[in-house]
């Protein structure tokens, strides 16, 4: 894999000043950066953002084959797409912005280096039930039955079901990984897949999964309802405007909403994992 070289003055230097004047300066950087791009502010700005990219390749090392190093360069490459796509005025912190870019840079990396996942038989065949079934109850009910319902009448759990969409949609094209909208031009994905024949890989791309449902769990019930709808439904925003009786566009601005609440849900995730193994090294030396 070709190297992605960081210039020395990236690499290197104490950065011995705490996280607010971090922040600010960080600010001040992607500002001058959006009026007056320039490689000299894209370093400084990738130099200040330098842990994020590697608690991203820290954990994702731990659930794959690749060396930290590979991982970690090509973390740098999605941190510096989202620098050239972050836009200050928009109020969105960029630490936020950038986890997806970085960990979707990753993982596109992992996804085309890897097989793809068989999803089960039984799976396939609850898939094709389900379909049977909402459309059967669409017609009886004269509207379409809600996921809950679905499960139920199919004797699965909310979070069987939802896996089972999952594994459907991350086979298709336009999938759970699909480029969303987030601020003005800017796009981001909402998650991406893991997918290997190997028992780590199976095992890596399960947490993902779970934790993408774990944080459209947290996600207040408009905006859940309407990334649910397009993206585990399979419903067009049109069509999901349409059953919640709004515009296409409020349901635009939902989506985008959760997307942001998601996003950050994951950088505290990927946050928290990265303290165990500091811990761990700490113990060893000991």
Not at 52 to 60: D, E
Not at 97 to 119: K, N, Q, T
Not at 181 to 190: E, K, M
Not at 196 to 220: H, T, V
């Amino acid at each position: 894999m070709p190297k992605f070289s960081l210039p020395h003055t990236i690499l290197g230097g104490p950065m011995m000043v705490n996280s607010a004047a971090l922040r600010t300066r960080g600010m001040e950087l992607l500002v001058a950066y959006a009026e007056n791009p320039s490689i000299a502010l894209r370093n400084q700005i990738v130099q200040l953002n330098l842990g994020l990219v590697r608690k991203i390749a820290h954990r994702l090392s731990r659930q794959c084959s690749e060396p930290y190093e590979d991982l970690e360069q090509i973390g740098f490459l999605g941190l510096i797409r989202a620098i050239e796509r972050f836009q200050p005025h928009q109020g969105c912190a960029f630490s936020s912005f950038a986890v997806p870019y970085i960990r979707g840079e990753i993982l596109h990396f992992l996804r085309d280096s890897c097989h793809s996942v068989r999803i089960p038989r039984r799976w396939q065949e609850l898939q094709r039930q389900g379909q049977q079934l909402r459309e059967a109850l669409r017609h009886e009910w004269g509207r379409a039955p809600t996921e809950q319902e679905l499960a139920s009448a199919l004797n699965l759990s909310m979070t069987e079901w939802q896996e089972i969409h999952l594994a459907r949609r991350n086979r298709m094209p336009m999938s759970l990984d699909a480029t969303l909208n987030q601020a003005g031009d800017s796009s981001v994905t909402l998650v991406e897949t893991l997918p290997d024949n190997s028992q780590q890989w199976q095992q890596a791309a399960l947490e993902e999964r779970q934790q993408l449902i774990e944080a459209i769990g947290q996600l207040e019930e408009k905006a859940r309802t309407a990334i649910e709808s397009v993206y585990l439904r399979g419903l067009t925003r049109k069509e999901a405007a349409q059953q919640f009786g709004i515009s296409p566009m409020t349901i635009t601005r939902r989506i985008n909403r959760g997307v942001q609440k998601i996003a950050e849900h994951l950088e505290r995730m990927a946050n928290e994992s990265s303290i165990q193994p500091q811990n761990d090294s700490r113990s060893a030396a000991l």
